[in-house]
């Protein structure tokens, strides 16, 4: 039997995202034990955020509302990243972990602003 996929599991910067959660679950664990209740954990609701803020706004009935979540989700992205130049700056992680990152990150950015945009034109058309 195949199972059928949600609506959000077929947006490519959905699976995008989940790969940064991964990548971010990955670069914490090399945090110092005393950052698991403070910027780790911050870092991991921020990205997971992206993720679930996705899901949910895929639920939602009115593209107001799918509009206003796709915006969470960007500024979780935007948190993720400010909290691993925080990491970076504290020597959490070397400068080649964060520069891997950036391109990740800056395609889920463009991918969330093109689907937003695509919401508006759609809302706009109604």
């Not at 077929?10 to 670069?27: M, P, T």
């Not at 992206?50 to 979540?69: C, D, M, P, V, Y």
């Not at 689907?115 to 109604?126: A, I, M, P």
Request: glycine share 4%; hydrophobic share 40%; aromatic share 10%.
């Amino acid at each position: 039997m195949e199972l059928r996929k949600f609506s959000f599991e077929k947006l490519e910067v959905y699976e995008k995202a989940r790969a940064l959660v991964s990548e971010v679950y990955r670069i914490q664990n090399g945090f110092p034990k005393e950052e698991k209740f403070g910027l780790c954990d911050q870092l991991r609701r921020a990205a997971v955020s992206i993720t679930a803020n996705l899901a949910e706004g895929s639920g939602r009935q009115s593209i107001r509302e799918k509009i206003h979540f796709i915006e969470i989700s960007y500024g979780s992205l935007m948190e993720v990243f400010c909290e691993l130049q925080t990491a970076f700056d504290l020597n959490y992680m070397t400068e080649e972990q964060l520069n891997n990152l950036r391109p990740l990150i800056t395609d889920i950015a463009k991918m969330l602003l093109g689907l937003r945009s695509s919401l508006e034109k759609q809302f706009n058309n109604q």
